[in-house]
């Protein structure tokens, strides 16, 4: 890492340190007037820089760009890595996936919660289920949690060691590739796919599009030529293509792979993007727990810049002026949803927005945008290559191409598999070494939960779709625990906008919890059922939507592990006298 | 202007519709009444309260950010979409604190009047009790956060009509809540006055005026006698029969 690094390794930081000197590196870097679209950026910074966004920041952002306080608590409040209160010199984000739990995180958590200088947090899955148990120190990763790595970090910490110190072997992380195919061994010259697709023309690359068949990457699997179609109908001259590099679901790396390993391929793909639909500006929306990949992912966009193929005449066209900025998140699993992306874009909060209309026609900063998955541009770039009849040929039917599995939880090799559509669960499951699984959550907690009477299905758009995550589930493992992690998962993650997902979780996450302690009856049971369904029906976004799918699924294939632990009551009612009025006792300190 | 070419169907009623209308504006102006909350003509769709959910084409959507296309078949008075809007209903009053019986704006508040409107007798999921604080800085008004439903209205109002921004929405999930624009949080040192817009649009008791409460008798208040499938979203202070038809 050099000194010009955007976000270097932080800490320990001091618990309250004065805004004023970062003030000047700000003013540098987004204009002594900064964009109010910049304001989740300028957080961003300050919250790394100092550990915290003080007061006098918040009032400083107040006045320079024009906005209310109330409205800037508000934006930092929604996410979970912004705080306003001072830090903690070092503060450890302990990632909370259901595989991660499984492997002691909550024991690796505990062993911080008492020692000085250090706070031990929870965070959602932050994309290193492959090599887990893992945790951010500070923002950066921390990878393979053995038992000495963590004696080694509380040592470090306990003598304040600058994390920029720390070794680098702590923060290495694999690539982890198991399974390498067409699309990560694709070899093309930067910027002669672009050319190809200037020479031949935009239509051209459109059928080409169309004749491919080629579905979004990113979970949805919406028809990629169908959005571009509806952008480029819109003619207006400020257009926009966006990367969605938030790979929030919980089990998901392979985009960490893609931004690390392939950052040209995605590059190319959003450059062919922009040439086809229109767009001058591209970004990429990166999830803030993949900070640690800011400045490599700079360093590749700098590299195109200085050789032509961004700019203001990408390959020497005249007509066809580019560039890419990145933009980084902030802790919030909703922001993958892509109007909820498109907000926190605009550096506001990161609640999806009411559609019709769709991005394709009015996206960022009301303009026509394209957003599209990390994979799906690649995917892009590797059409542009091969052609649309060899890339149908990959996949299976109505599924072309292939698709990238994160593979984690109880196998011999978790890491990376690119696998042809329509790959069966089961030969996934053989190639990362794994016997008689108890189940697999495949497309993480809002896709579905599979027992070994569904393991011959295909993986694809017809049978199993899934945006990339892939957790096998050992034979001991308990599946309320699991039902348990996704749906308080969803409840941490909901926006709060829209009721049947803010209280529909909170309500199936409370009843959970009493079934847990061995206080459920058949009653919470049915309350579950029905605010799943309400969620389901009714919510504003996907989030909602799915949140009810783990239930659903291990209530319709395991019934049983939820009836054992249920409490027989024939009223239906379970009273814990002790409980109930603790809160009492406490009050008159008895 | 109303086009029959452009009308749809609502529980098998032919609805006429104007260009750019959604299926509640669509409803509304036939009197045809959908239960909403956050929705209001003056401020248009929010989408977040949910009542207004109907079936179009076999989804579910809501009727106040779903355009009305021409032909389109809507079923919303059934069997099916009620029950799903009395679970919406009691999924607001478990999300947080509503003491009816005691309440000021007891009769007069479009939570409860919705929930009598949908048959509702009881909670139905477990109350949460959340503690959300009351902010009774204020000299005229007082925030009472246990009884806020996020429907967005005052912090819209108060961009829009007063220009004064005096409140946002802070936190995330279940711990959104209401906040004051002040450097205290307290809504004392707020702009925000009795008179403004955002001081009257509050269609529960969470924006109250802290005198003349309970002057109304329980008799005479303003969905004792009549439900609000027949009068609409009101408030007792609007001036003529306004807020959203019919
Ligand atoms: C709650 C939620 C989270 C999502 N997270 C992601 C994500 O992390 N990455 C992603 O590519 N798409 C995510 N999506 C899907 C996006 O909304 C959108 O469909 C996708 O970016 C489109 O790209 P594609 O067509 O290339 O797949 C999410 C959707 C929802 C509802
Ligand atoms: S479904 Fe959940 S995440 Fe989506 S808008 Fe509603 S509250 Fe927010």
Redesign the interface.
Known sequence: MTTTDTFPRCGPYPAAAPFAPIREELTTRFGAMPDRLDLLQILVSIQHRLGYVPAEAISWLATNLGLSRAEIHGVVAFYSFLEETPPAPYTLRFSTNITELWQGQEANMARFKDLPNVRALPTSCIGLGDQGPAALVNGYPLPRLTATRLDAIARAIASRRPVAEWPAEWFKVDPNVRLAGPLLEFAFTPGALVERVLAAGDAAFMEMLRASGLRGRGGAGFATHAKWDACRAEVVPEKYVVCNADEGEPGTFKDRLLLSDHAELLIEGMTIAARVVGAKQGYIYLRGEYLWLYDRLNAALEARRRAGLLGAKVCGAADFPFDIAIHLGAGAYVCGEESALLESLEGRRGVPRIRPPFPATHGYRGRPTVVNNVETYCAIAQLAGIGAAEFAALGSQGSAGTKLHSVSGDCAHPGIFECAMGTQVSTLLDLCGTRDPLAVQVGGPSGRLLFPEEFHLPLDFSHVSSGGSFMVIGRERDLFELVYNFVAFFHHESCGFCTPCRSGSNIMLNALQRIRRGQGTEHELQIITEAAAVASKASHCGLGHTLGNPFQDLERGRPAVFQDRLRDSPDGTVLDLKRAVAEARALRER | MTDQALGITIDGAAVPCQAGDTVIDAAHRAGVYIPHLCFHPEFG?H?????C?VKAGGR?V?AC?T?ATPGMSVESDTAEIKE?RL??TQ??F??GNHFCPACEQSGQCQLQATAYGLGMQDL???P?YPKKAVDASHDEMLLDRDRC??CNLCVRASDRVDGK????????????RL?????S?LLRDTEFSAEDRAAHVCPVGALLFKHDNYARPIGRRLYDRTSIDRIGNRRADDAAPGGSAP
């Open positions: 769709p989408g977040s309260c949910r009542l959910m579910y809501a950010t355009p799903l679970r919406i999924m607001l478990v999300d139905h999921f477990s949460s439903i996020q921004h005096v409140f946002s929405l802070g936190g995330r999930g279940i711990e959104t906040m004051p624009n002040s450097a949080g």
